[in-house]
DNA sequence: AACTTATTCAACCGCAGCCTG
DNA sequence: TCAGGCTGCGGTTGAATAAGT
C-alpha cells in the first residue's frame, strides 16, 4: 500500500497538466530513498537554493520540504534525543526573554531546531499551563516558571551533577536572593531565581552545550555537567521536569537508520530533594513513587512533579498548602 | 482484547521579508 | 518601482504510538 496514495485520490478530477504536477509533487513521510537523495545531493553540492536543489537531485519534493527536511532531521550536527535539563532551562529562560521566536531561541542551542523547540513548549510548557488552569502568557504561569520550575530544574542539574561525581569538573549556580516582591512571601530559605533583566541582551553569550548565563543580576550557571552538551550526553539525555518517564523512542519512519534514536533514559534522574520546604518532601507527597530500584535511579513522577508544580503553584498564589 | 483518549513530533501551510531582474 | 521567486519563520495538522478504561 502506497502511503502516497491521496495524491492519486480524486485524479479523474483533474486536467492532465494537473494530474502530472499533482503527482509529481511528493508530500508526506520521507523515505530512505528520498533521505538518503537528498543526503548525497547536499554532501556533494551544498545546501541552499532548494527548489532547484530539488530538481537536481532528482527529488519529487518542493524546495520547502527539502529545506525542512534537511534543517530539521537530516543535517549531521542535528541533535537527537530529548531536551536536557541545561536545554529546559535555557529555553525557559529564553522564551521568557524572546517569546515565540522559536528561531532566534534555537540558535543558542545548537543542534536544536526552531521545531524541536516549539514542539518542546506546546507539548510540555503548555500543557502544564493547562494544568494550572491559566494562560501560558499570563504573569501568573511566567511567575511559576521563574521561580518554581526554573529553580527547580536547577536543582535537578545540581543533583544530576553531583550524582555524576567526579566527571563534573565544575558545577556552580548561583541563586541569589532577589527583590521582587511577588516572592517575597516565600520562605527565605528557598532559592530563589532572580527575574532577568529583560533589556540585558548579552545575557546569554554562546550555549556550548553549557548554560551559560552572565547577568548583571546574576542568575546561575552550569560548566562541564554531566548532562549539559557534551557529546557524550547526547544519547542519554535526562527527561525533564514534567516528562519523567520513559519516551517512546523516536516515532520517525526512519528511526531504524538513526543509531541516535536508541536512547536510555531515567539514567541520571534523581529524585527531588526539598529544594523548597513547603512539603515537597516527595516521599511523603507520593509514597509510591520510588526512587531507587535496583540501584538504579528512576524518576517515574510525571505525577509526582506535577504534584509538584501544583503544590508550589497553589502554596504561592493562594497560600494553600 | 478491544476500544477510546492522550501525547508526541515530523511535516505542511500561509505569510512576510528579501533578492533579483 | 514592481513583479515573481526564494527563504525563513511561526502556527497548525495529522499519523503513529502510548496510556487509560
Redesign the pocket.
Known sequence: MD?YHDELDGANNYDNQIIEEEMEL?????TLEEDLALMNYITQHGE?????LSRSAGLNRT???C???WL??LRPDVRRGNITLEEQLLILELHSRWG?????IAQHLPGRT???I???W???VQ?HAKQLKCDVDSKRFKDTMRYIWMPRLVERIQAAAAADGASATTTQYQLNSHNNSSMDNMASSQKILPVPQADNSNMLGNYGGDILVNANTTSYTVENSSTAGSSDSFGTPVSDLT?C????V?????QDYYPGNQLAYGETLTGPAGYFNQGSDFTVMEPNNQWMDDGNIYDNSWNVDDMFLQQQFNNHFYGIN
Not at 515565540?100 to 532566534?104: A, E, G, Q, Y
Open positions: 502511503i511528493r508530500r508526506g513521510p520521507w541552499g537554493r532548494w527548489n532547484s524546495g520547502k520540504s529545506r525542512l527536511r530539521n532531521y515565540n521566536r522559536w528561531s532566534k526552531d521545531n524541536e516549539k514542539n518542546y506546546r507539548t510540555r500543557k516528562d518517564y520513559n519516551y517512546p523516536n516515532q520517525s519512519t526512519n
